[in-house]
């Protein structure tokens, strides 16, 4: 009976560890994510207070902030209209059109491209335009990086539509293109809304495919103008050894802000429905 | 010998929605309770809470007394609790990564056994009382999917005997099951009130009637009616029992 | 005129759509196609041995693999070990124990944390975690003189990895374990199971393919991860022997040494080095996958 009490107390105890360092190791996995919004919070809107208040630097890096945020704009919004528009007309083709061989093929080849690390666009788009360099050129890598992606999610989104619906609405003669349209994109249009702006946020931020075209190619040579603001952040960042660090802050807070709005937008559109 | 189980007041909820109306009934020792009513009425939520179950998931919250042999379970280490009052599942649910002796011994060894020959004296103790010892004593070894889903479900019954326990709940026991292992499991019950008392939840009223010793009318969460199985299947009080048990509903 | 039938609609319906999974799946044919003519040169150049000779060396036209694949596999495997252990737990507490908004804060916050962009961890990384190892190693003394005062090397690159691929690995483990069948779990809460018995017992046993599938895709983002590891490894393509030492692994290379004017056959070895991390990245990521059923993955997020 001895033995029986002992051996609760050590199963209890054995549980309390488990509990405590389960906690231990949640707070751990959280404390980067607080120390990275805290610095960049912090010196991000102390450097904007104090940039603010140089009324001659002010002009320049305000300048130079804008034009970066508009050309992050510009290639994050046509690089998205792009890659959607062919990415969900793949997905589209692969979830309702495929047969099962067919839908196999696209699926494992887009699921090996969408792994692929985002730097390889990149490259890719250098050697194919032989180092020009030009906001397309930039736009076409993302559309690069981003497609298998979007196929892949939208494929996804699409598949998990029930059968039931698709069936229902051809049983009533409706024709293939009918049941897309008035069936299938209306129950998937939320989640594939979400999904593509999650795809979207991410790229919205991916400063390697553009690394080594808009830095590498000619027209860097001139100026710092070809620099959406990723990328602007990252040669701030490399360039010049002794950078003003507020400017990095400030740029990296800004493009944080930008994506975790997107985020935020992608999440509460794909909320789940209250009934 | 079992002890007796009484619920008073036991009311359950997930998150907002309500599942069980300050259900009071008692469960004497050494029969069987049975637990009828159409599905949704929060017959098995009931029985979740008689073992402390139903606080594991996640939204969920009961309030009220569940008491063992007078000693209320929600003062006792929930562990302890489901050691005494044993759960048999809708589904058989041995443990498919086991052999059938560790699903026998899984409990023992939980609470601290390690003596060998002890355990494989309890495990075919146990094995046997859940009827089920003759058709596996030479495939011990064996995973427990290489059983029928019937003899599963007696593996499930020899895993929870095996612990001692003096409560048997079972939760629809014979739901997936055909009618031949529906019947070995009846037989099974008849077998074990002696020892146990034994709480069963079950959506077959023909079950109810040849099984149970009492029986409980459950309804969108409340408990309309009990009494012994007779008087409630042939002079039952209230109208929707009434209805509920000459099949005019559910 | 003619009316074009139902049917003919379908068909160039059908068509148009086809073209566009055509031009998907011609544009990565195009992309590895690419990257292997490109890299002839230096393929005709070294052949196989780029793939063991330890030396970078623009100066002297001598171009091996193997200190950036030492610095790719030691970074992965500082990340992994850091993001198995903290990802992992973190999975399990957030589907076992805690109070339900607290799990949900936690899961918002990881949520985040897998949206940041590189660059952004590049901030982070430079300004903030190389410091703190600069300080580290200097009262460590194992190195010294000013490579150590920066913090730069293959620690910090690792622990910033390992930050940047935990997402993946809690994401993908948390799945695992909402898809675990949840009444064996119960069977053995009913049996008197303690939440730590109940996990070891009846959990666990169900997640380990989606734990190694986890490991897997998180070694694939860490080796294609190029910004942020850029700034603070060191940029040295050597093999030191220590975590404190700089370093260089592949993608590294690709983010900081591919800008335009490079000799050509620098270039070549460049892009060799970019098709050695397609295959790898490929083969780690195709291992992930393969242990991680394709329902098991909600579509509305995934950080890989």
Known sequence: MVTRVSYKTVRKLKNALFVSVLSAMTSLAVLPLLSLLWSIGFHGIAALVSLSGAPLSRGVASAVLVNALAQSLVTTASSAVIAVSLGVAAAIYSSQYAGLRVGRVIRFTVDILSGAPSILAGMVLFALLSGVSSLTAGVLALVLCMLPVVVRTADQVLVAVPVAYIEGSLALGASRIQTIFATVLPIAHKSLITALLFVTARMAGEAAPLLIILDGGTASKGGRWFQPLPLRLYSDLTHGGSFPHQIAYVEALILLVTIVTIYGLARWIGRPDRW | MGKALEARAVSARFHEQVILREVTLHMPVNQVTAIIGPPGCGKS?????????????????????????????????????????????????????????????????????????????????????????????????????????????????????????????????????????????????????????????????????????????????????????????????????????????? | MKRVSAQGWNGLFAGVLAVCVLVVIGAGILSVTTLIVESVPSIRQFGLSFLWTPVWDPVHRQYGALPLLYGSFLTAAIALLLAGVIGVTTAVSLTQIGVPWIRSVISLLLEILAVIPSVVYGVWALLVVAPIFGRWSGYAGGSSGEFAVSGFGVLAAGVVLGVMVMPTVVAVTREAIASAPKDIAEAAMALGATRQETVALAVMPFVRKGILGSLYLGLARAFGEAIAVSLVIGNQPRIGGSLFARADSLASMLAHTLTGSAPPLQTAALYEIGLLLFLMTTVFYGLGRSYIAREAISPRFQPW
């Open chain 2, 45 to 250: 939520t009931f029985i979740r809470c008689l073992n402390r179950l139903h606080e594991t998931a996640p939204g969920a919250t009961m309030s009220g007394e569940v008491l063992l042999d007078g000693h209320s379970v929600y003062d006792m280490d929930p562990t302890e609790v489901r050691r005494s009052v044993a759960m048999i599942f809708h589904r058989p649910n041995p443990f498919p990564t086991m052999s059938i002796f560790d699903n026998v011994a899984a409990g023992l060894r939980l609470h601290g056994l390690r003596n060998r020959a002890k355990l494989a004296e309890s495990a075919e103790q146990a094995l046997r009382r859940a009827a089920l010892w003759d058709e596996v004593k030479d495939r011990l070894h064996l995973y427990s999917s290489a059983l029928s889903l019937g003899q599963q479900q007696r593996l499930c019954i020899a895993r929870a005997l095996a612990i001692e326990p003096v409560v048997v709940l079972m939760d629809e026991p014979a739901s997936s099951l055909d009618p031949l292992s529906t019947l070995v499991i009846e037989e099974l019950i008849e077998e074990l009130k002696r020892q146990y008392t034994i709480v069963i939840v079950t959506h077959n009223l023909q079950q109810a009637a040849r099984v149970a010793d009492k029986t409980a009318f459950f309804l969108d969460g409340e408990m309309i009616e009990q009494g012994t199985t007779t008087a409630l299947f042939t002079t039952p009080q209230d109208k929707r029992t009434a209805d509920y048990v000459t099949g005019r509903f559910g």
